[in-house]
């Protein structure tokens, strides 16, 4: 029992090491990324519109966490300290994957468990929920997704029940896609392990996300109308199911198939896919009904994104389809890989590869481009307004054409631009002047489009002249 516990710790320390240089970027380089600008601005102008925001969006516990950190975040370099707490998170999570895995006998190579404990927090997904500073509840909420189905099956008896439910109804405040992750938990007791299908435990767990998914849409709709008398039409009910069904196969499935590559070309779609039959094969060879229900798994996981009206495959949203066919892709990588010359050595080369893809990814889809971002808006600002004006500032926004400043982008996520978007001007334009020592102001609403002025004493700067400096 020492030496397993002696183990363990090692294990844990090599994970903590790896994801923390893996993910340095995110807090070795100061910045600023999309809707972390209005969060700077809101912390320091109106904190509590912040939480009103997250309970219209039917995510109070995410909101009560923002909330509250938002009187630690004064500055850009401030949104370090949140990040960081992110990739704590996440750490955390990667000693829950191999600790869970452990437990249940999944994957029998010891080596094995540790790369995929480690890779799996290498998606895309985990990218940007460390990346985007706003972001950092997510990975905790999927930590109590695996608590609430550790839990539900660990726990016997009417407290185990209740335990789990509180557990998944606070991962659904906090973000409803990633509670969904506790299908892939199911999903990895389920179809990995070698022990037969227990159908009694299997209507548990659908019975209970069913119940978080119940609790989502009383958080989403009854509540926020008993706040504030609204709701959001982003979480109303679709009627074009079969326009969801393609958009799935269209767009979250091919992003989870791609896994790493966020390009996704086609030859990683045909390599991914014949991992993955393999890693399926192998699945099957514990009992054909297993790679049904991995199917299954995989299709529940994103049922609320397409049951409501938005159409939206960002990689943040389809954390838990992501982590299970990477999870039949990694398989079928491990069943190949022990039959080569070199498996030792491949096997090390796997996790390289997967983080330094993602610490270049968070580089050059997040980092470097935001802070040019914010350099170019500062030397416009400085360069165009004198320090004593103290009329109103606004911004010109024409978001159709405008320069680039990322080489590619990938939804509102890797290599979006901030400067294009309606929200991001305030917190920018109030941190040029805090740091410039500026006198101008800024109104509820700065930015304006199309060829309108502003009355009274006031100044504009245009999008394409700050970015026509680059």
Known sequence: MTNIACNNFKVYLFLAAALLVCYSPVFLSSYAFSDDWYYLFSAQTDPASI?????LSGRPAYGALR???SFLISSVDSLILIRVLSVVSLILLSCYFYKFISERDILKNPLQRVIFSLV???????????AWSVCFPFVTSILLAGWSYSALTRLRGIKGVILSALLITLSFAIYQPTAMCFLFFAFMDTCLTSRKVDKKELI???LMIFFGMLMALILAKAIP?????ETLSRSNITIDLMGKIKWFFVEPLK???CNFDTGRKALSVIISLLFIFIGLKNINENGKEKVFLSFLFAVAAVTPNLLVTESWAAYRTIS???LITTSCFLIGLFLVIDKTKYSRFIYILLPVAAGWLAASNIKEGFSSPQQKEYALLKAEITKMVAKDFDGALYYRLNSENLPKIAKSSKYDEFGSLSLGMSWTFAGMAFTVKKEAGMNYTLTKSPVITGNESCTGKCMIIDAQSVLARQ
Request: charged share 10%.
């Open 255 to 257: 992003n989870a198939i």
């Open 204 to 206: 548990r767990t659908f």
């Open 120 to 130: 799996i927090c290498l998606l895309p997904s985990f990218q940007v929920f460390n």
């Open 320 to 322: 838990a389809l992501s």
């Open 51 to 55: 939480f009103k925001w997250d309970v």
């Open 67 to 69: 909330y509250g950190f």
């Open 225 to 229: 109308l008993l706040l504030f008398g």
